[in-house]
């Protein structure tokens, strides 16, 4: 049964392609800007086209405050996100089905209760936020930036569309749902060592290799390794292997 599904999945996604194509013209001008892509070979630019055709029929890409979405703004955002599923399965980004971009950074205000049950407000500036069953919400100078000016470990798409991962376990909290063949203690030293040597390195001062944002908590340590395994894979591998390893079998980067 799950190789029929599997088969009718793909037996779609080709057909999607034929359909409703991204103009090459089109695919070509955003994809040569996106140095994260150089590495692949043909045939899995090729998957990640169907995978950016699929994005673009099942989810709604709207702007905010006035912000005219453009075709090429659209395939550049769907390109980005589903790098992060090119071996994987469109089953991974269930469960909702819109993206918002505003033109800039835009400001949220959210409800917590602490332990002693005082309701606190927080009232902050973001560049995205990805909301565990609602949308993905990002700032478009900044993913604009990061097409034209790459920043190595740095990547708002790729950041947000991985707390999309992580919550399909229910909860963004640094676990998302592990392949068979991973195993649960593994990821768990594996991450769970890495975020306490950082937020260590952070308590003495010291300099680190991760963006300090990693260790805010779990959630967040895993979607800034994921920015650093696609656009920065060498210095992750080098300073967190352990963690560079688990994300390998978890993105599986070779064609399935």
């Known amino acids: 049964m799950h190789a029929l599904k599997t088969g009718w999945r793909r037996w779609r996604l080709r057909r999607l392609l034929t359909q409703h194509p991204i103009p090459t013209d089109l695919w ?5 800007r996106m140095p994260t892509l150089d590495g692949l070979d043909a045939i899995r630019m090729v998957r990640l086209r169907v995978l950016a055709t699929w994005f673009l029929r099942d989810k709604t890409i709207t702007g905010a ?3 005219a979405v453009t075709p090429d703004m659209r395939v550049a955002v769907a390109a980005q996100a589903c790098q992060l599923i090119l071996a994987l399965d469109v089953s991974y980004f269930d ?3 819109e993206v918002i971009l505003y033109p800039g950074a835009f400001r949220t205000r959210h409800e917590q209760m602490d332990d002693a ?3 606190h407000h927080d009232a902050r500036t973001l560049s995205g936020e990805a909301w565990l069953h609602g949308p993905v919400v990002l700032a478009w100078a900044e993913v604009e930036e990061e097409l034209f000016h790459p920043h190595a470990g740095r990547n708002v798409v790729v950041h947000e569309f991985a707390h999309k991962l992580d919550g399909l376990n229910g909860a963004m909290n640094g676990m998302p749902p592990l392949h068979r ?3 649960r203690p593994d990821w768990t030293r594996a991450f769970g060592r890495a975020y306490a040597r950082l937020r260590l390195q952070l308590a003495r001062g010291d300099a680190t290799l991760l963006d300090p944002y990693a260790a805010t908590n779990p959630a967040e340590f895993f979607a800034v390794a994921s920015e650093y395994y696609i656009t920065a894979p060498q210095l992750l591998l080098t300073g967190y292997p352990e963690v560079y390893a688990q994300l390998d079998l978890f993105y599986r980067p070779a064609p399935s």
Do not use: A, E, Y
């Open 181 to 183: 063949g991973m195993h």
């Open 28 to 32: 070509l001008d955003v994809t040569r």
């Open 65 to 67: 405050q006035n912000l």
């Open 95 to 97: 469960g909702w089905s």
């Open 117 to 119: 049950g005082i309701v």
